[in-house]
């Protein structure tokens, strides 16, 4: 088998690798979803600390008033102990719900029992205050109450402020590790041969663009400044949607790194196909780069601001879409590869029979008959058979036998090539 039919029979197969394993599961960037511009905690602990700290503030708070009034109006202290009692039963169980790294039980206990508990709390203290008069409470008592009051709410302002850092410093290590992810997955399909150029510079802006802003403000101390990079910056969509005053950095990098996922594959296909020169239908790949066409201009048309009404789902639908066209055409390309390569099998194999047929004396029966003495009518064959003239035998008898051995019938055929050739 020629060098060059055996490179052709092998390129096939390093292609039916390839297109097995481009969509042996979906593209890793799609699994985020139509949510990704959300940001949402995804239970996996970024922000439960930061959550927890941030309720705390507002409990402890709430809490320390009831306790200055309970002791400066001892009256007061019976209506203000059953709820005193069940924030205190809230903060224990919030700590449980964050050590089980349970973030949607935690959003679900606060709006929940939490925010009941907490307005029972609020209407208890309200109603002990319009009490001060019925308990003779005086002017010096009032004003040193007011004077804790304040300083009670000193004391929860400097909590949130450091529940912020917390929260900004959080979503950073998030932001973070999905960029490592990213990289990643670029590493890998680099090494199998996808371009990644822009891959990298998706990658790379949302370190510059996102990242490193957040991680400034965090540096900074400045709590103004944290609670603008919490709002403002969005690895994904969804950002400054709360605050007017907030310019949104909306970086929609999820899609973005779907979209860019999917041209690499696109790309590696197509060049796959063209070097092989199957012939496979490219309808789907078509309506593939039309999908990812329409992605790349909406995501141009949003910019950094959030997507408008029903792009979210027009990008995430479109990807879903592509991914399913390009997959369908990489099966009708490993079909086209199968049936090229048992193409080239069968020939391979019709050459071997060829070649054994040349050697076994089954064809070219003259070059046999030559070495036999049964043609070319002076029978010359004869002297290699050592039956005419003169030659003497071996041991008396004539010629010894061993090159008509290794040129007729009698001797047997060199070895058979090895089952499957020498790919």
């Known amino acids: 088998m020629g060098m060059g039919n055996k490179a052709a029979l092998a390129s096939v197969f390093i292609a039916a690798v390839l297109v097995a394993s481009v969509f042996a599961a ?32 507002r409990i402890d ?24 009692d069940r924030l205190a039963a809230d903060k224990a169980h919030l700590s449980t719900l964050s050590a089980g790294n349970n973030s949607q039980a935690i ?64 979503r950073i290590n998030q932001f973070s590790d999905d960029i490592a992810k990213w990289d990643e997955k670029i590493t890998a399909l680099g090494k199998n041969g996808y371009g990644t150029t822009a891959l990298q510079a998706v990658s ?29 910056y969005c690895l994904g969509d969804g950002c400054g949607a709360k605050d007017a005053n907030i310019t949104p950095y909306d970086y929609h990098g999820y899609a973005k790194m779907a979209l860019e996922t999917l041209q690499a594959t696109i790309s590696k296909v197509e060049s796959r196909n063209n070097t092989l020169n199957l012939s496979v239908n490219s309808s789907k790949l078509d309506e593939a780069k039309a999908k990812l066409g329409t992605v790349r201009s909406a995501l141009s048309q949003a910019g950094t601001g959030r997507y408008g009404t029903g792009q979210d789902t027009q990008i995430w639908e479109s990807l879903q879409t592509a991914q399913k066209d390009i997959r369908e055409y990489a099966q009708e390309m490993k079909q086209a590869m199968d049936a090229k390569r048992q193409q080239m099998q069968a020939e391979r ?33 004869r002297n290699f058979n050592g039956q005419g003239n003169g030659f003497p035998r071996a041991n008396g008898s004539g010629m010894p036998r061993g090159p008509q051995r290794n040129n007729s019938n009698s001797g047997g055929a060199p070895p058979a090539l090895p089952e499957g050739g020498y790919n």
């Not at 002017?139 to 709410?153: M, P, V, W």
């Open 61 to 84: 708070f709430t809490a320390t008033v009831i306790t200055d009034i309970s002791t400066a109006v001892p009256s007061a202290a019976a209506q203000l102990s059953a709820v005193k």
């Open 107 to 170: 959003d679900a206990f606060a709006k929940g029992q939490l925010t009941a508990d907490m307005k029972a709390a609020a209407d208890a203290l309200s109603l002990a205050r319009k009490d001060y008069g019925q308990y003779n409470v005086t002017n010096a008592t009032r004003t040193g109450l007011k004077s804790k009051y304040d300083a009670a709410r000193a004391a929860m302002a400097s909590c949130k402020d450091a529940s912020t850092g917390a929260l900004l410093k959080a």
């Open 349 to 381: 194999a019709a050459r071997q029979g060829n070649m054994s047929r040349n050697f076994t004396g089954q064809g070219n029966r003259t070059l046999n008959r030559n070495f036999t003495g049964q043609s070319m009518g002076n029978r010359t064959g």
């Open 204 to 232: 790379s802006g949302a370190k510059a663009s996102v990242v490193a802003p957040m991680q400034s403000a965090l540096s900074s101390g400045d709590v103004s400044q944290m609670n603008t990079a919490v709002k403002a």
């Open 26 to 57: 979906d593209n890793p960037a799609l699994g985020q979803g139509k949510g990704e511009g959300k940001e949402k905690d995804s239970g996996n602990g970024y922000f439960l600390q930061a959550k927890e700290q941030h309720l705390d503030c």
